[in-house]
Every structure is written in structure tokens, then in C-alpha cells.
């Protein structure tokens, strides 16, 4: 309750910026890949739900992970409180970006359905395990660059040009049966990729399985967390120490 009141307050509509924020933005890029192919005659890729999924799961990963820095910092008075520990800001964090950017992709895919410019999610299950793996994935990556960010402004430079270099490479905007054959097997070492293969095969009838890697994903997401769980843990001790 406290980060969203940190990030939103109650002034205007207060808390439903939760949604309100990433659906805006979810909202204008999609909207013009829908005209931009329709004005190209290519309607049979159901531009807008693609574009809806890839940039709402984008934004959980840009939200998690750029927040990631300086997050320990920001909220130091809070560790006055015994019971708080770091752990506990960058589980708020994680968990207000996933539950905002679920809701808004929910709510504009009801509208694009309602509207007959998307089909309902042909798996559902695998959507939403696809948008878990997204949260798991930018969570672990948030633990490491929050612990070894602390202190050092430097390190902290590049957290966000690396969110933007991951916009090409991520797969949000792509699936891997558009790429060359001699780049997909170098692509299906990116976790993300397989993240949004699943979430895709869940939202399309027409999408493959062929590319998808959940044990592989599972497995790098857990190796991560172990890892930012470790530089967390030190992390405590350091301000304990402070």
C-alpha cells in the first residue's frame, strides 16, 4: 500500500493509475500497429492482440527491472522497522508491476474483442503462465541489480540502456518462426524468447510449440533468484552495518 501510494497517491483517479499507466501506453502502440497493417493489408496476423501481448509483458519486465535501481536507497527509513527487509521492496515492486500490466492487458483484449479485432486467448493457462515467467524472470534480475547497484551510481548508468536493447531481443515484437533458420537456434538461448513464445501460444490458435523452452526458462529464472537472494542477503547485512 505504501508504494502505490509513493508512485500514485490519491490525487485524480488515484490507484487505478495501476492501470491506467500501462495501459495507455500498451493502448497507442498497438493501436498504430493495427492501422499501419491494415493500411498494408496484413489483418491476417491479428496485429493488435500480438502487439497487446508483447507490450504488456514488456512493460513488466522495463517496470521490474528499471525500478530495480536505487530501490534500496529510496526506501531506507523503512528499514527503522525490524520487520521489513529488502526482500520485502523488491517483492511490492515485482508485484504491483505484474498485477497492473495483467489487468490492463485483460481489459484491452475484452475491448479488442468486443470490438472484433481480437479473438479470445485460445490457452489461457499458457498466457498466463507466459506473463508468470516474465514477472519470475524480471524479478530475479531485479534482486541482482538492486544489490549490485547499491552504492555504486556507476553500475546503476546502465541499468536502463540495457531495458531498451532488450526491446529488439526480447521477442515481445517477434516470434521465432520470423526469424532466418540460422538465427533461431542462437535465439533459443534467450529465455525471454521462450517466455513470450508460451504467453503467444496461449493468446493464437495459429502459434507453434515448436519453439518453446519452459524447462530451460523455469531453470534460468530459479539459477537467477538463487543468485539475487545471495547479493540481497549481503545487501542486508550492509545496512544493518550503515
Known amino acids: 500500500m505504501r508504494e502505490l501510494h509513493v508512485r500514485f497517491g490519491r ?19 498497438s493501436t498504430v500497429h493495427y492501422v499501419a497493417s491494415v493500411d498494408e493489408g496484413f489483418t491476417s496476423l491479428a496485429p493488435f492482440p500480438f502487439t497487446l501481448v508483447g507490450y504488456c509483458l514488456f512493460i513488466i519486465f522495463r517496470g521490474i527491472f ?44 475484452t475491448i479488442g474483442i468486443l470490438l472484433g ?3 479470445p486467448p485460445a490457452r489461457p493457462l499458457y498466457l498466463m503462465f507466459g506473463a508468470l515467467l516474465v514477472t ?25 540502456p540495457i ?32 517466455m513470450f513464445e508460451i504467453a503467444r501460444y496461449g493468446q493464437f490458435r495459429w502459434a507453434s510449440a515448436d519453439y518453446m523452452f519452459p524447462e530451460y526458462a523455469i531453470a534460468v529464472c530459479a539459477g537467477l533468484t538463487f543468485v539475487g537472494l545471495v547479493l540481497i542477503r549481503k545487501l542486508k547485512y550492509k545496512l544493518q552495518v550503515s
Open 11 to 29: 490525487d485524480n483517479i488515484g490507484y487505478l493509475w495501476l492501470i491506467g499507466e500501462p495501459m495507455m501506453l500498451a493502448t497507442v502502440i
Open 117 to 119: 479485432i481480437a479473438d
Open 66 to 109: 528499471n525500478r530495480a535501481e536505487g530501490a534500496i536507497e529510496g526506501n531506507s527509513s523503512l528499514f527503522h522497522h525490524k520487520m521489513i527487509k529488502p526482500i520485502d521492496i523488491m517483492i511490492a515492486k515485482a508485484v504491483i508491476e505484474c498485477l497492473g500490466c495483467v489487468s490492463s492487458l485483460i481489459v484491452l483484449l
Open 163 to 194: 531495458s531498451y536493447f532488450m526491446v529488439p531481443l526480447s521477442g515481445a515484437f517477434w516470434t521465432m518462426s520470423f526469424l532466418p533458420l540460422k538465427f533461431r537456434a542462437f535465439m533459443a538461448w534467450n529465455p525471454m524468447a521462450t
Open 136 to 160: 519470475w524472470w524480471s524479478f530475479a534480475l531485479s534482486l541482482i541489480v538492486a544489490g549490485v547497484t547499491y552504492g555504486s551510481h556507476a553500475l546503476g548508468r546502465f541499468v536502463h
